[in-house]
């Protein structure tokens, strides 16, 4: 069985409990104890905690039994939290980064009361929490350095595709020159399939003692044309799914971001569609968005994202069903990922 959002956030204290401990023995005041413990709170628990709940029903489809023991339960939960502790450090900055008000329906960070630009730190002090826990708990393990190296790895991975996203397009310059299919895709790979697909596997792997380089390679190979698929539905969904359905209002093409469906636009329009497109694009205006909209309904978007969509499943239920099994890598955990997403509306 899965495991659930209580059983995963039952091994939360306990870890915040160790955070905590270790920076008090440096003799840290009071004050400053408590307000780490209201950001570690406040920025970890509340997401959808999709990566690091992944972690635990991956290593549960390596070893192929129903539920887990205690210790290995706490083990796959501990490294899966160390994925949420970086997602919070990400989530803390991007929100400074793109001025955003409000994160899992409370103020960001950075807007609570008396935080302001202390978020920044404080978003260094969660990344530092990741590897406090993992020396705590993995580092008499002989993956203790592979799994540092894979942290460091896709942190930095995750940075380079933020750079890449921030300077293709900018919320205050609008220049369609400067997007591409290239870019989009570089932006995909680096900052959600490595981070959101490929470490939550690899993880489960180390975790499992079957991370060998040939099962490493494969889930990689899987997963992260997985991740751009996943991305272009999610740039599909913010366009064309019904706000209810989706649970928000879509803001791509008002944040002017690089987004799979905007590239397929630039690829089909006329010299008079490109330039509604960039009279309109990025704007903070409810009427020249809607223009936007048009021109994607015009250019048939929609039907060119579910031939895409097609083509891209088939390849990866391809890549699965040719999957080498033969170092214990389950084609059932990669099945799963997909059923979770093909034909998501949310």
Not at 161 to 179: I, K, R, S, Y
Not at 225 to 242: I, S
Not at 318 to 344: C, H, P, Q, W
Request: with cysteine; aromatic share 12%.
């Amino acid at each position: 069985m899965p495991t659930t959002r209580t059983e995963f956030e039952s091994v939360f204290p306990q870890l915040a409990e160790d955070v905590l401990a270790h920076s008090k023995s440096y003799g840290l005041p009071k004050n400053v104890l408590d307000w780490f413990q209201q950001s570690l709170t406040h920025n970890t628990l509340g997401g959808k905690y999709n990566r690091g709940m992944s972690v635990v029903d991956t290593s549960q489809l390596l070893l192929d039994t129903q539920t887990l023991s205690k210790d290995a339960y706490f083990r796959a939960a501990t490294l899966g939290w160390l994925i949420e502790l970086l997602q919070a450090f990400f989530l803390v900055s991007d929100d400074i980064m793109d001025s955003s008000k409000t994160r899992r329906g409370s103020p960001c960070w950075y807007l609570m009361p008396k935080v302001g630009m202390i978020a920044i730190n404080d978003a260094f002090l969660l990344e530092s929490a990741t590897y406090v826990l993992l020396k705590k708990y993995f580092r008499q393990e002989k993956c203790y350095v592979d799994l540092l190296e894979l942290f460091h790895e896709v942190t930095f991975q995750t940075e380079l595709g933020q750079a890449c996203d921030l300077l293709t397009a900018p919320e205050d310059h609008v220049d369609l020159d400067n997007f591409s299919l290239e870019k989009f895709t570089f932006i995909v790979i680096f900052k959600t399939a490595f981070y959101s697909f490929y470490l939550p596997v690899a993880l489960a792997l180390y975790s499992c003692n079957l991370a060998t380089e040939k099962n490493l390679r494969q889930a990689r190979a899987i997963l992260i044309p997985m991740g751009e698929y996943f991305q272009a539905q999610d740039d599909y969904l913010d366009n064309f799914a019904d706000p209810h359905t989706l649970g928000k209002i879509g803001t791509d093409i008002q944040d002017n971001k690089c987004s799979w469906l905007v590239n397929q636009a630039l690829k089909r329009v006329s010299p008079e569609q490109k330039r509604l497109l960039e009279e309109n694009y990025g704007r903070k205006d409810g009427a020249m968005e809607s223009r936007v909209k048009r021109l994607y309904e015009e250019l048939g978007l929609q039907k060119v994202y579910h031939e895409y969509e097609e083509q891209r499943v088939g390849e990866i239920r391809n890549m699965i069903a040719n999957l080498d099994t033969s170092e214990g890598l389950k084609k059932e955990v990669f099945e799963e990922f997909l059923r979770k997403i093909y034909k998501r509306s949310k």
